[in-house]
Structures are given as C-alpha cells and as structure tokens.
C-alpha cells in the first residue's frame, strides 16, 4: 500500500466536532458513560500491578497520560461523579518517578495544575503538564526521555480520532512503554458507510489505521446487478464499480488488533469492548508492549489479560 502523508495539524470533521464539544465540556468536564468506571477500574488495576512488578528494577518509571482531563469526571448522564485517570496515578500507593499530563484545552489544563498543587504539593516537582495537542506533545515526551534507563505507562484516552497511527509507531520504537489505548470503534463505524461511499472520511480513516488497506478488508463489490449495470450511461460509468460494506464488529475488532500487532511486537487478545445501552459497540480497549524482552511481554501480558477477563 502507499502510505499517505498525514497532517497532525488537519483533524477530520467528525474528530472536529467532537473536540468543539469537549472544548465547551471544559468546566464541567462531563463524558462517558456507564462504561467509563468500568474503563478506569481496569487501566487502574494494571497501574498498580505495574508499579508493584517494577519497584525493583533499576529503571526510572514514566507514567504518560495524554488526554489527561481535569482529573475529575461527571459522565454525561450525570449519574456518576468518577475520579479520573490522572488524579488515580497520582493517588497509586507506589509512585513514578515522573509523570508527564498532555491535555488540549487550556482551563482544563489549569484545573488540573490546581489539582495537583493543591491535592499533591510533595509530587509537583515530579509532575510535567503540557497544554496541547496529544501527537505533538507525545512526540516531545519520547524525544526527550532516554528510553534506555527508563520504562513507561501511557494512557491514551481520546475523544474520538486523535491519535494518529504515526504517534504509535513512534510508542513502539520506544521498545519501553506499555500502552492502553480507548479505541474509537463507534467513530469508525460511522465513517464507514454501507454503500462505500467513504470519499470524505478517506484521509482520517487513513490516518487512524495508518493506510489504506481497511478499503479491501470492509468493502467488496457489489454483486447485485442493477439495470445501470446493465445499461450503463456515462454518469454510472464515471463512477466506478459499487461497493458494498463487508464488516461485521468482530470484522472490524480483529482488524483493528492485527494492524496494532503489525508495529507492536505484543498484543492483547483480548480487547475489552464497551457498548452503549443498545449494546452497540462504543470503544474498544486494547493493551500494546513495545518491549521486545519476551520475559516482559509474559508479565505485562498475563497481568492485563487477567485484568481484561476478569475485571
């Protein structure tokens, strides 16, 4: 497949309106549903056995939460009031030695620096939070961390589209940072149309698998004829064979843990995936090792496979 360049900078429509509506959640900082407890209790419970697998080892431990939030969460039905990801790292028994908060909004970044200062005064000096754009600031992170004394957790929790695939690839080459990553499986569904009429999600679908090859993998010629088919004039012709969609969730769920496998040496099989209450899929939770050591693969895997199955 030729790979497109991709502009970080360029976020798709759909990922657009979803981050004008995050921008206008920022006091309130309301998302998520009855899966998102569900979604905390797992990330947390892998933190902790993360931190107790690594107390004696001589590497340095880097927790990377990218979409950090202000540190509290209502979700959007209103009925829960959650503590979020980046105030339960810094509330962990055990502790990193740094952590390192990207968040895009501005008041949401400072209310998570008055969270800190104010809740965890004897952490701030280990604390670094950037205001930003996740793939760039991320970027920055791995640039600037010797990833040869140091091993890290990141916590990728978009919105929706964000995460670029390129970003990934840069978390694999670290070959030091497990990564849970919310996929946005109810987006991708819906960029994905039926009739394959998906001209104007091309680009981002590219830029969220990392090539083109998902147009193979969900779509197929149509093999109903019609009597344009028969009797083509030249506006059927001018548009090319009929596609039609070929994509189950399962489909579309193996798929999207065989491209993360193509650039992670380890990957879970065992995705969590969190549906909404008409049990359509929302998103899909998939844990990543870019350490190439089998013996860590072994312990970070059957701990969030054990985590996965059970939690």
Same mark, same amino acid.
């Given at each position: ?33 009855? #899966? ?11 933190? *902790? ?35 979020? =990801? ?6 962990? *028994? ?19 620096? @008055?969270?800190? @200062? ?28 010797? #990833?040869?004394? @140091? ?20 978390? =694999?080459?670290?070959?030091?940072? *497990?990564? #849970?990553?919310?996929? $946005? ?15 104007? #999600? ?26 344009? *088919? ?18 189950? $969730? ?20 065992? $995705? ?8 359509? $899929? ?7 090792? =870019? ?6 693969? @072994? ?13």
């Amino acid at each position: 497949m030729v790979r497109k360049k991709q502009s970080s900078s360029s976020p798709c429509k759909a990922e657009g309106i979803l981050m004008r509506m995050g921008k206008q959640m920022a006091t309130s900082q309301k998302f998520g549903g009855h #899966w998102t407890e569900e979604k905390l209790n797992i990330f947390t419970s892998y933190l *902790d056995a993360y931190l107790i697998a690594l107390q004696n080892q001589k590497f340095k431990k880097i927790y990377i939460d990218a979409f950090a939030g202000t540190g509290e969460i209502e979700t959007s039905d209103g009925e829960q009031h959650l503590v979020g =990801s980046a105030k339960r790292a810094l509330s962990a *028994d055990m502790k990193f030695d740094h952590y390192y908060f990207i968040e895009a909004d501005d008041q949401k970044a400072d209310e998570l620096r @008055n969270m800190v @200062n104010t809740e965890f005064p004897l952490l701030m000096r280990m604390v670094t939070i950037y205001c930003g754009d996740a793939n760039d600031k991320l970027a920055q992170i791995i640039n600037d961390v010797d #990833w040869r004394y @140091n091993r890290g957790l990141l916590f990728l929790d978009p919105y929706a589209t964000q995460v670029n695939w390129t970003t990934l690839v840069d978390v =694999s080459r670290t070959q030091s940072i *497990d990564v #849970w990553y919310l996929f $946005p499986f109810s987006v991708l569904e819906r960029m994905l149309p039926k009739n394959g009429k998906y001209d104007r #999600w091309e680009d981002c679908i590219d830029r969220l698998l990392g090539d083109s090859g998902w147009q193979t993998e969900f779509y197929r010629k149509d093999p109903q004829l019609t009597l344009f *088919d028969i009797f083509p004039d030249e506006t059927t012709i001018n548009q090319g064979e009929r596609l039609v969609k070929d994509a189950n $969730p399962e489909h579309v769920k193996d798929y999207i843990i065989s491209r993360l496998e193509t650039i992670f040496p380890c990957v879970s099989k065992h $995705p969590r995936i969190f549906r909404n209450v008409k049990r359509s $899929p929302m998103f899909l939770f998939c844990f990543a090792i =870019s350490n190439k050591s089998s013996a860590a693969q @072994n312990l970070a895997l059957k701990i969030a496979d054990y985590i996965l199955k059970n939690k």
